[in-house]
């Protein structure tokens, strides 16, 4: 890859961040009530409604605006249910408009710099390089059994970072597994809670609920959702809400504890109610039960207008293990290579995932 030119402006080798534009990061109403540039500073904002409620200045850098938004301590400036709509709208909008904003201001930035240097268009060995780099990018895809449309992705998150973070920065830095692991469980894991817990709110919902044990012997309990990320979606999609440590005890009454008060910290529990539609479990007693001691009868006591659904999954499973000796073995071992052949690689999965897709939009189209 070329180096960058050091005859750069000192003003471009430093950290850039987006600036405030007032159609973006004032675009709703919401965001004209409370948010405000900062004077001093062109890529910072101001958040008037955490100003007021904590009493000191609350800013920060524009591109952290939509974090700022999802955050518990803005969430907590929230008194009302038509302000946590509006702030809702708001995130959704700047998902929206910043990224297209973003995208433009890096053309401009890219074409500036051309013609800084007196280039309006690249050499032959900086194509060159751009074709290295995409074979380099394809490489590290096949090395690492990652899907091919994760390709995109990848170089243009080359791309934020490199007009984010000085080179000096990015040749120095050191990511260790133990490290990554901290950042997720203790900084990402509460705001992608929030986020999930925003589009319940918005969207009418299911839950699903299963139990499992990792290698250790350790019990958990896994809470996942159905539901729509916005209103233009034709599919639902499954957002794992959390987990939840078993503890000793397996009985339907302490999941039921353990489950109640996963819900009750939530952002806005009556919005939560409205949208909840039902729950999906396997048959075990703990979880379904004739009596009132099963997770599901506990929760339709809380909610009796949801619906309760066995896991189609499990219930194939115990069909299976007592049909699967009536089956002749030729079939048995075409359904098993069938298996291998798309478990084995998640490329196949996806390209699975394209073809489905695609004769149900066939279809819908038929008929």
């Known amino acids: 890859m070329s180096k960058r030119n050091n005859s750069l402006p000192n003003q471009n080798k430093r950290k850039l961040h987006t600036t405030f534009k007032e159609k973006v990061h004032r675009g709703t109403g919401y965001l004209k009530k409370v ?72 053309q401009s930035e890219e074409e500036g710099n051309l013609t800084c240097l007196g ?125 939840i440590e078993g503890g000793e005890s397996a009985t339907g009454e302490a999941i039921y504890e353990k489950v109640t008060n996963f819900f009750n910290s939530l952002i806005n529990k009556s919005k939560f109610e409205e949208n909840f539609m039902g729950i999906c479990c396997d048959h075990s007693s703990n979880m379904i039960s004739e009596g009132e001691k099963g997770l599901t009868e506990r929760l339709r006591k809380d909610y009796p207008y949801i619906y309760t659904i066995h896991d189609y999954a499990h219930i194939f499973n115990l069909v299976l293990q007592e049909a699967i000796d009536q089956f002749p073995n030729r079939i048995i071992k075409l359904i098993s290579s069938i298996c291998n052949h798309f478990t084995r690689s998640s490329q196949r999965k996806c390209k699975l995932k394209e073809i489905q897709k695609l004769l149900v939009l066939l279809i819908h189209w038929k008929f």
Do not use: W
């Open 35 to 106: 948010i405000f540039a900062d004077q001093g500073d062109s890529c910072r904002f101001i958040c008037q409604a955490c100003k007021d409620e904590k009493k000191r200045s609350c800013s920060g850098y524009c591109e952290n605006l939509r974090g700022h938004l999802l955050h518990k301590s803005h969430q907590e400036t929230l008194k009302d249910e038509e302000g946590r709509k509006e702030c809702i709208a708001s995130i959704k909008f700047l998902e929206r408009g910043e990224e297209a904003s973003q995208s433009q201001e890096i």
């Open 119 to 243: 280039r309006t268009e690249p050499n032959q060995d900086d194509m060159l390089n751009e074709v290295h780099l995409k074979f380099s990018i394809t490489c590290f895809l096949i090395t690492n059994n990652l899907p091919f449309n994760l390709g995109p992705k990848l170089a243009n998150f080359f791309k934020s970072t490199f007009e984010t973070y000085d080179p000096s920065i990015i040749s120095q830095v050191k990511l260790t597994d133990h490290q990554v692991n901290h950042i997720a469980v203790r900084h990402l894991s509460s705001e992608i809670k929030i986020k999930n817990a925003l589009i319940l709110e918005s969207s009418p919902f299911s839950i699903s609920i299963d139990e499992g044990t990792d290698k250790m012997g350790k019990t958990y309990i896994a809470i996942s959702a159905r539901c729509f990320s916005s209103p233009s979606d034709i599919e639902p999609e499954d957002r794992l809400l959390g987990l």
